[in-house]
DNA sequence: TGTGAAATAATTTTT
DNA sequence: TTATTTCACA
């Protein structure tokens, strides 16, 4: 293996080879180089076999990507080897010895949609109202505790004191029982039943110590409780655990990532050996002296400072434009004058954001400018409705068991089974203690039940004993198709496509959009067929779905000369030339929750994430923000995002008029702490709305006050005096002195100019 | 069972 | 603003 390439500190990561190493990786460093190397060092200097080398990733596209690298780095094959995300190694572990605590092997793996439908299921159960325990929030709890490894138990005494917490502890109970019962583990559960499996199944655990000698995991800053327990216990013992990461570029807190799994990683382990790769390949010194700056500003990290032989560089420019529309408008106007000047290339260019909300009004400008985009984010692929009832007729063929995927299909396309004989079914199939399946098994035997629905469930049940007989005989690809023609599925898709193409264009356009998707469909399982996945030991249903479940992104490499928009989140861990970071703005970066909750780690979490903005760009960056901002059909004045504020003064440049001042302030922090404090602090926005409104209503008198304009300076009897910040129709945005913003309907207030 | 008006809520999302 | 969900009614 040839190490001349890297440097010092790069190769020491590769060399030290023998117990617990942390490698603290900044962005651009080379870590994903330092990996590979390290894998292809263990296996042709010291003579390492494939099989006994683990290496864990959070995305398919890292996996791949690891993989690939590995395989031009060496010439023995890579087979053997595990090198995969944290869920489809566990999912392979699973699939093995999960019967050991009392599941299905050929379990189905649950998405979010399907998790909302059994939790509303369960409060149905429990009589609970969908108003108090909203699924999603019900859902999000149930997943913190999954990724604290808490039981429903656990939980349950945990929050003993907390009635609301209670229920949703009960909820939790039944919903785990739920998917016992219909073979379903949900994303959470792969890592927790693996666990579980470990603790309870000593044997299997020691099987998988002997097997994974050296242990590699990316990305580690985004480990959960759970997976930091995963791996521990897997590495007990030989303790040759090696994990990279980036504390700085912990941007999944809120998705259960610890971050201080990476943090407390020495306390953990005895004798880490700690590596800081601080070179960074990538960026400009100018932009890495403004990551550093910013990121200074968080406390809770480990002391690292990018970087780079790349000297000096392009300052950063910041625009400020007086509306979100200029603020695209200054973009497509930049990304021409660079293409032209330059002669930058389309895909040099990555609109980054905070929220995809943010793309409407530069896809809009993009589209009058005919500047090529590509958007991403978004709905998914596998989140479509045909997309998802086919799926669910594929999960239902290879386990009858799962009742929400039966629910979902057994009227899809429709079938007249009505929603009182489903949950009449329902009961019975509770009663029983058995599957919605095989109560419609034996449906005939059912007295409640009309005779016509009796006649068109058999139906039902015939096609799928059918799918189900040819499952084995048919490759994946032919068995999608026989689903979608003995169902009727595409029969129904393909008139509702002709019947409408003279009078409801759309809604043609609609199904045919609908069967392109069923098509795409199609060409996905016989790439699957294929393919030569290592991760895949046999090329059956079961494992199609599998794959299928923890894929999300179906959208091959655009090869496109397009410029890339999307949220700083999906930018983790690429690369472009020339960088917009826009929206600077406070209240949208940081989000105003992470300021509200006025808590020092949500914070930090923003500037880490602003951290990981800044550091996409290797040539240029630009910085933009609004004077006002329309956003959700609501204006407001904008404040400049305190990142802004952070950047060191040497690395910008002001692109407008020299003139302006940016909207900011301490003085404006303030006031705005003051307006969250008081009237946001737990309320949600429509309680603010209503707050406000009601306290001005009370004051209640007749005013002209056609005379305010921008600026004028307000009295108010409550409030005291302000300034009109904004004039938007008759609602009045009022900086008060002492009271902070405030949105003011003029209708209904009683003002004095002074 | 389907349609359309009305109400409502709207970070981020690797699997 | 907009997408989604709910609810009333045919």
């Given at each position: 293996?040839?190490?001349?390439?890297?440097?010092?500190?790069?190769?020491?990561?590769?060399?030290?080879?023998?117990?617990?190493?942390?490698?603290?990786?900044?962005?651009?460093?080379?870590?994903?180089?330092?990996?590979?190397?390290?894998?292809?060092?263990?296996?042709?200097?010291?003579?390492?076999?494939?099989?006994?080398?683990?290496?864990?990733?959070?995305?398919?596209?890292?996996?791949?990507?690891?993989?690939?690298?590995?395989?031009?780095?060496?010439?023995?094959?890579?087979?053997?080897?595990?090198?995969?995300?944290?869920?489809?190694?566990?999912?392979?572990?699973?699939?093995?010895?999960?019967?050991?605590?009392?599941?299905?092997?050929?379990?189905?793996?649950?998405?979010?949609?399907?998790?909302?439908?059994?939790?509303?299921?369960?409060?149905?159960?429990?009589?609970?109202?969908?108003?108090?325990?909203?699924?999603?929030?019900?859902?999000?709890?149930?997943?913190?505790?999954?990724?604290?490894?808490?039981?429903?138990?656990?939980?349950?005494?945990?929050?003993?004191?907390?009635?609301?917490?209670?229920?949703?502890?009960?909820?939790?109970?039944?919903?785990?029982?739920?998917?016992?019962?219909?073979?379903?583990?949900?994303?959470?559960?792969?890592?927790?039943?693996?666990?579980?499996?470990?603790?309870?199944?000593?044997?299997?655990?020691?099987?998988?110590?002997?097997?994974?000698?050296?242990?590699?995991?990316?990305?580690?800053?985004?480990?959960?409780?759970?997976?930091?327990?995963?791996?521990?216990?897997?590495?007990?013992?030989?303790?040759?655990?090696?994990?990279?990461?980036?504390?700085?570029?912990?941007?999944?807190?809120?998705?259960?990532?610890?971050?201080?799994?990476?943090?407390?990683?020495?306390?953990?382990?005895?004798?880490?050996?700690?590596?800081?790769?601080?070179?960074?390949?990538?960026?400009?010194?100018?932009?890495?002296?403004?990551?550093?700056?910013?990121?200074?500003?968080?406390?809770?990290?480990?002391?690292?400072?990018?970087?780079?032989?790349?000297?000096?560089?392009?300052?950063?420019?910041?625009?400020?434009?007086?509306?979100?529309?200029?603020?695209?408008?200054?973009?497509?106007?930049?990304?021409?004058?660079?293409?032209?000047?330059?002669?930058?290339?389309?895909?040099?260019?990555?609109?980054?954001?905070?929220?995809?909300?943010?793309?409407?009004?530069?896809?809009?400008?993009?589209?009058?400018?005919?500047?090529?985009?590509?958007?991403?984010?978004?709905?998914?692929?596998?989140?479509?409705?045909?997309?998802?009832?086919?799926?669910?007729?594929?999960?239902?063929?290879?386990?009858?068991?799962?009742?929400?995927?039966?629910?979902?299909?057994?009227?899809?396309?429709?079938?007249?089974?009505?929603?009182?004989?489903?949950?009449?079914?329902?009961?019975?199939?509770?009663?029983?203690?058995?599957?919605?399946?095989?109560?419609?098994?034996?449906?005939?035997?059912?007295?409640?039940?009309?005779?016509?629905?009796?006649?068109?469930?058999?139906?039902?049940?015939?096609?799928?004993?059918?799918?189900?007989?040819?499952?084995?005989?048919?490759?994946?690809?032919?068995?999608?198709?026989?689903?979608?023609?003995?169902?009727?599925?595409?029969?129904?898709?393909?008139?509702?496509?002709?019947?409408?193409?003279?009078?409801?264009?759309?809604?043609?356009?609609?199904?045919?959009?609908?069967?392109?998707?069923?098509?795409?469909?199609?060409?996905?399982?016989?790439?699957?067929?294929?393919?030569?996945?290592?991760?895949?030991?046999?090329?059956?249903?079961?494992?199609?779905?599998?794959?299928?479940?923890?894929?999300?992104?179906?959208?091959?490499?655009?090869?496109?000369?397009?410029?890339?928009?999307?949220?700083?989140?999906?930018?983790?861990?690429?690369?472009?030339?020339?960088?917009?970071?826009?929206?600077?703005?406070?209240?949208?970066?940081?989000?105003?929750?992470?300021?509200?909750?006025?808590?020092?780690?949500?914070?930090?979490?923003?500037?880490?994430?602003?951290?990981?903005?800044?550091?996409?760009?290797?040539?240029?960056?630009?910085?933009?923000?609004?004077?006002?901002?329309?956003?959700?059909?609501?204006?407001?004045?904008?404040?400049?995002?305190?990142?802004?504020?952070?950047?060191?003064?040497?690395?910008?440049?002001?692109?407008?008029?020299?003139?302006?001042?940016?909207?900011?302030?301490?003085?404006?922090y303030n006031l705005l702490d003051k307006y969250t404090k008081k009237y946001m602090g737990s309320m949600s926005k429509t309680d603010m709305a209503n707050k406000v409104n009601a306290t001005v209503k009370d004051s209640k008198k007749e005013t002209d006050i056609d005379d305010i304009k921008l600026g004028s300076k307000v009295y108010h009897k409550k409030f005291g005096p302000g300034t009109v910040v904004s004039v938007m129709g008759s609602d009045l945005t009022i900086a008060f002195e002492q009271q902070g913003i405030k949105k003011i309907n003029k209708e209904y207030t009683t003002l004095d100019l002074i």
């Amino acid at each position: 293996m040839n190490l001349d390439t890297l440097n010092p500190e790069q190769r020491k990561a590769v060399e030290h080879t023998q117990g617990p190493v942390l490698i603290l990786a900044g962005a651009g460093s080379g870590k994903t180089k330092v990996l590979t190397s390290r894998i292809a060092y263990l296996m042709e200097d010291k003579g390492v076999h494939p099989s006994n080398i683990l290496a864990i990733t959070f995305t398919n596209k890292a996996a791949n990507e690891m993989r690939e690298r590995v395989e031009k780095n060496i010439d023995s094959d890579t087979k053997d080897m595990w090198i995969s995300t944290f869920h489809s190694c566990c999912v392979r572990i699973l699939r093995k010895d999960i019967n050991k605590i009392g599941y299905n092997r050929s379990f189905v793996i649950y998405d979010a949609a399907d998790q909302v439908t059994l939790v509303k299921d369960c409060l149905k159960e429990l009589n609970l109202s969908d108003k108090v325990f909203e699924p999603k929030v019900v859902i999000s709890i149930i997943s913190g505790a999954k990724d604290k490894l808490q039981s429903p138990k656990e939980f349950k005494q945990r929050n003993a004191g907390d009635n609301r917490l209670t229920k949703v502890a009960d909820i939790y109970t039944l919903y785990q029982d739920r998917l016992k019962r219909n073979s379903a583990l949900d994303f959470d559960d792969l890592i927790l039943k693996t666990v579980e499996l470990f603790r309870t199944n000593p044997d299997v655990l020691d099987y998988y110590r002997g097997r994974f000698k050296y242990i590699m995991v990316d990305e580690y800053q985004d480990t959960s409780k759970a997976q930091y327990e995963l791996v521990k216990a897997l590495a007990k013992g030989h303790q040759n655990i090696c994990v990279v990461g980036d504390d700085d570029q912990s941007i999944y807190g809120w998705r259960g990532a610890d971050i201080r799994n990476i943090l407390e990683f020495e306390r953990d382990y005895d004798d880490v050996f700690v590596i800081k790769l601080e070179q960074n390949y990538r960026s400009t010194q100018v932009i890495l002296d403004a990551a550093n700056t910013v990121i200074a500003n968080n406390i809770e990290r480990k002391r690292k400072k990018l970087w780079s032989d790349k000297k000096d560089g392009e300052s950063i420019k910041i625009e400020l434009a007086e509306s979100e529309v200029y603020e695209a408008d200054f973009i497509a106007d930049t990304i021409w004058r660079l293409h032209k000047r330059d002669g930058r290339p389309f895909n040099d260019f990555a609109i980054l954001y905070r929220a995809n909300a943010q793309a409407r009004p530069v896809e809009d400008a993009f589209n009058r400018a005919q500047i090529p985009y590509n958007i991403y984010g978004g709905t998914k692929f596998y989140e479509r409705k045909e997309i998802k009832d086919l799926v669910a007729y594929l999960r239902v063929i290879q386990n009858p068991q799962d009742d929400i995927s039966i629910k979902r299909i057994i009227n899809v396309p429709k079938r007249s089974i009505g929603l009182r004989t489903i949950e009449k079914i329902e009961d019975r199939a509770n009663l029983k203690q058995e599957s919605i399946y095989s109560v419609l098994l034996d449906i005939d035997t059912n007295s409640d039940i009309s005779t016509k629905a009796k006649g068109n469930i058999n139906d039902f049940i015939d096609i799928v004993g059918t799918l189900r007989t040819i499952k084995e005989a048919y490759p994946v690809s032919k068995l999608v198709e026989k689903v979608l023609d003995l169902t009727g599925y595409m029969d129904e898709l393909v008139e509702i496509r002709d019947k409408n193409k003279e009078d409801a264009i759309t809604k043609s356009e609609e199904a045919q959009d609908r069967i392109d998707n069923l098509m795409e469909f199609i060409s996905i399982a016989v790439e699957f067929e294929n393919s030569t996945d290592e991760n895949i030991e046999e090329k059956n249903l079961e494992t199609f779905l599998t794959t299928v479940a923890l894929t999300s992104d179906t959208s091959e490499e655009e090869q496109e000369d397009r410029v890339s928009l999307m949220t700083i989140h999906t930018s983790k861990g690429l690369e472009f030339p020339v960088v917009f970071l826009t929206g600077m703005e406070e209240g949208l970066f940081p989000i105003s929750r992470a300021i509200k909750s006025m808590s020092d780690s949500d914070l930090e979490e923003e500037r880490r994430l602003c951290y990981v903005g800044i550091t996409r760009a290797k040539q240029e960056l630009f910085m933009s923000l609004t004077r006002r901002r329309t956003l959700y059909g609501k204006t407001n004045v904008s404040i400049a995002s305190r990142f802004i504020e952070e950047l060191p003064d040497e690395c910008i440049e002001k692109m407008y008029s020299k003139k302006q001042e940016l909207p900011y302030s301490k003085a404006n922090y303030n006031l705005l702490d003051k307006y969250t404090k008081k009237y946001m602090g737990s309320m949600s926005k429509t309680d603010m709305a209503n707050k406000v409104n009601a306290t001005v209503k009370d004051s209640k008198k007749e005013t002209d006050i056609d005379d305010i304009k921008l600026g004028s300076k307000v009295y108010h009897k409550k409030f005291g005096p302000g300034t009109v910040v904004s004039v938007m129709g008759s609602d009045l945005t009022i900086a008060f002195e002492q009271q902070g913003i405030k949105k003011i309907n003029k209708e209904y207030t009683t003002l004095d100019l002074i």
